[in-house]
DNA sequence: ATAATATTCTACTAATTTGGTGGAATTAAT
DNA sequence: ATTAATTCCACCAAATTAGTAGAATATTAT
């Protein structure tokens, strides 16, 4: 499942996306029916990774940094959930060898993980703030 | 990312099956590397889902209650993950609808969740433990 | 019977994560 | 200079995770 910040983040960028301008966290909050400081917070993650631009000062807001096109479910999964395995073992970008996993033997679970976080991966990906504005 | 308790519940079940006797939780313990306390409650749980069956006393221990083909990945991630949906109102056995999207509007994620949830559950239900076993 | 050994049950705990909040500092427009 | 916005930093309560402790119960072997 998601956390909520994950749900908020998406839920910010469908509401960033569909009004064109700029817009400020306060109306986003309301919007999108977030708690504004918490919002801040996503919304500062959302721009170190380069996905909202903002300005500061009276009339400054947040706006999309890329089209609505090109921001993708798996790319928000890795920012605000971790990695898209079930196992780090399994992970492409969160790779991690599992300690308790002695055996190669063990690691036949690693190879069937894999399976799993390709396809969630792809289904993941496929999945743009455009698509789902769009209802597909 | 699962829990350490799905993670076990996995390794232990392989080790059930390639030992096709009843088996100790000590020797469980053992040969998948899991504490031996944590261990029990997880067997515990797999009783109570009908996935094992137990004997007490002396000369006890765990078996498995099905065959290996018939345990898959998505009965365990319900089990010890919770839903397999990213979201509560894209779920099948966990629905629940979501108190913050007032619209339906905002409800498009839903659609986009329930694709997810879809393809990530086929993928989660292919897999057995004889699968894993076999290395596919 | 009783000792030994195993599961079962109840309760507790430390560490981490989640879901926030508060407030000061900074930046920019009027 | 005032106002209104983002930014930054630090904190906090509740929930979850990953266990542990110990007693109770069931079964086998002696």
Redesign the interface.
């Known amino acids: 499942?998601?956390t909520q910040k994950g749900?908020y983040a998406?839920?910010a960028l469908?509401c960033l996306a569909e009004k064109k301008s700029q817009v400020r966290t306060q109306d986003i909050a309301n919007d999108?029916?977030i708690p504004k400081k918490f919002l801040e917070s996503i919304l500062l993650e959302l721009k170190r990774h380069g996905l909202v631009t903002s300005q500061q000062g009276a009339a400054g807001g947040y706006s999309l940094a890329k089209s609505p096109n090109d921001i993708n479910?798996a790319d928000l999964h890795r920012i605000f959930e971790?990695?898209i395995?079930?196992?780090?073992c399994a992970a492409d970008r969160f790779y991690k060898p599992c300690q308790?996993?002695?055996s190669v033997e063990?690691c036949?679970?690693r190879?069937?993980m894999k399976?799993?976080r390709d396809?969630?991966f792809?289904?993941?990906e496929s999945?743009t703030i455009q698509?789902?504005?769009d209802?597909?």
């Open positions: 499942m998601l749900k998406i839920k469908i999108a029916q479910l971790g990695p395995a079930l196992i780090a308790d996993c002695i063990t036949k679970l190879l069937a399976q799993v396809t969630t792809h289904a993941l999945i698509k789902i504005i209802g597909k």
